[in-house]
């Protein structure tokens, strides 16, 4: 039985701009084109100075979300009841990354305690490990299987946003929607990156409310700066400030999410009520690793979120294997880390990634590895993987074994992985939040779903469950940890972080970004830039993309000299350049207030009480 076929030499441009599978098969060591492996949308570089604020600061990924938390902030709400704003408002101006439609992971600290809050979105109970195959037992399209009702999670990011309200909550849960239904009646303008987003994405039109909705009579996105009103989603909103999550797992629009993705024309899905119904958000012991600093000497404690998500996991494997490694002696060279870093750098995240492949899945599902998942992080384990590093590029690397009893898994296959925006928040009694939220793909499964009254707009659905291995075993009938089970939460890349002072217990910071896998990334550069490197978040956040999935190393584009690129061929790693467009947003504690920054390369904004 053949392998998937990884078309390595593709050219680059194509395979952004496809950024999908083109065929599968089993295989032991499946791959994707290796650009497809990381998304890919149009993107630019905004220069942004940071903003600094005093009693308290909120950062998201869209202007008129930072400024509906800050509104919220100042009349005196928490920064969980910033975040359900924030939330509410991104559904309606960055429909493409988040929504009400899909999942998050919240990180909440009262001053005292860290928790962790999971909104992952669930496979419907009647889904199977064989849901992406078809007839002939094969991996169906990675595109054709996004765009359709089988891709579609049972909602969690309204169960999840409830649940930390009704904990953490100030103010009340209807003021809390209301700016967002104010925006959805008036409109807004559309912003530079929805209008390109439009257009990367033709096959919208065929879900016929998003086509009327995002589209002209002609078929032509709508253009920058046209004022988009969207009263079928204002409609929602009201009943959410109305009745709470439970408008979207019983009533009209609960009916509506079920027929969409029953009824979808090529590929159902087979949600049903009591998959809604039944849906619960559930808290975690959240994820944390100590992190060592040299010149001067600090510790960090570095809070994440535990699986379903592999972020946490991966980033403190990184963090780990490099501080045993040369590269924790390296400084920045001329504002950029050297090739020699670099090499450090990608190898140490081979052997994590492979790490994450085998193992990392829902625990509700599958175990961790003898039976802890800080096991992945213990510095004697990490130690131990870190004398595989030599001078020259491993090419890819296989799992270890950080227990001496481990679970009998297959690597997962690659699979590229999408979306997503993250929120962070401050309040002025010092609680904070750190949130990463989804629809995976953009535009999700591209189904909108409405009322069918002919009101204009709605809000779109998740296609998560493509998170989920295609494959369920490997050729030797070995099951692949994150395979498709019902009711079981896909692995998840979000990593929304909480770094602590470990002497003093002080936060020092919040963060994170979208990406798909390259989050873990993007956001390993910010804590490396800020902890590491002593640069204020929105330096770090500055600082050009690096990657590594276990294959070849990627760079941002058009950001490191010749002579890094160079350095890296020269040790043997296949080097491919293209656009990395991270989103991350921090907020960094200073002694007079906070500092934040918002990623360069997309449209986020940081808002806070001027010093």
Known sequence: MNFWQAHRKLRLAAAISACSISSFAFGQSAQVSDSARLPAEPTSFTAQKGWASRQFSVASAHPLATQAGYDILKAGGSAIDAAVTIQMVLTLVEPQSSGIGGGALILHHDGVRVEAYDGRETAPAAATENLFLDSKGQPIGFKEAVASGLSVGVPGTLSVLELAHKEHGKLDWPQL???????????????????????????????????????????????????????????VFKDLASRGSIALKNGPWAHAIVRKVRQHPQRPGAMTLEDLTHYKAIKREALCFDHAVKEPVREFKICGFPPPSSGALAIGQILGILNHTPAVEMPLMQGLPSSDWLHFYNESAKLAFADRAMFV???????????????????????????????????????????????????????????????????????????????????????????????????????????????????????????????????????????????????????????????????????????????????????????????PAFLEAKKFPLQTLQGLKNKGHEVLELPMPSGLQAIEVTPSGFFGGADPRREGKVMGPQP
Do not use: C
């Open 177 to 235: 929607i209301q700016p967002a239904i104010d925006l959805a009646e008036n409109g807004f303008k559309i912003s530079p990156r929805l209008h390109a987003a439009l257009l990367d994405t033709p096959d919208l039109k065929n879900d016929a409310a998003a086509r009327q909705y995002f589209f002209d009579a002609n078929g032509q996105a709508h253009p920058i700066g046209y004022v988009l009103k969207n009263p079928e989603l204002a409609k």
């Open 361 to 551: 899945a829902d625990p509700d599902f599958v175990k961790a590895p003898g039976g802890r998942w800080q096991n992945l992080l213990t510095p004697n384990y990490l130690q131990q993987r870190s004398q595989l590093i030599g001078t020259h590029s491993m090419k890819s690397v296989k799992a270890g074994q950080p227990a001496l009893q481990t679970n009998a898994w297959a690597p997962m296959p690659d699979q590229p992985e999408y979306g997503t925006s993250h929120i962070s928040v401050i309040d002025s009694s010092g609680r904070s939040v750190a949130m990463t939220t989804t629809i995976e793909a953009s535009f999700g499964a591209k189904l909108m779903v409405n009322s069918d009254q002919g009101l204009a707009g709605g809000f779109l659905l998740n296609n998560e469950l493509t998170d989920f291995s295609f494959a369920p075993k490997d050729v030797h009938g070995l099951p692949i940890a994150n395979r498709v089970e019902p009711g079981k939460r896909p692995r998840s890349s979000m990593s929304p972080t909480l770094v602590f002072d470990k002497a003093t217990g002080q936060l020092k910071l919040s963060g994170g970004s979208p990406g798909g896998a390259a989050i873990i990334h993007y956001t390993t550069k910010l804590l490396l830039g800020s902890l590491n490197w002593h640069l204020n978040v929105q330096e770090a956040i500055d600082l050009p993309n690096f990657s590594n999935l276990n294959g």
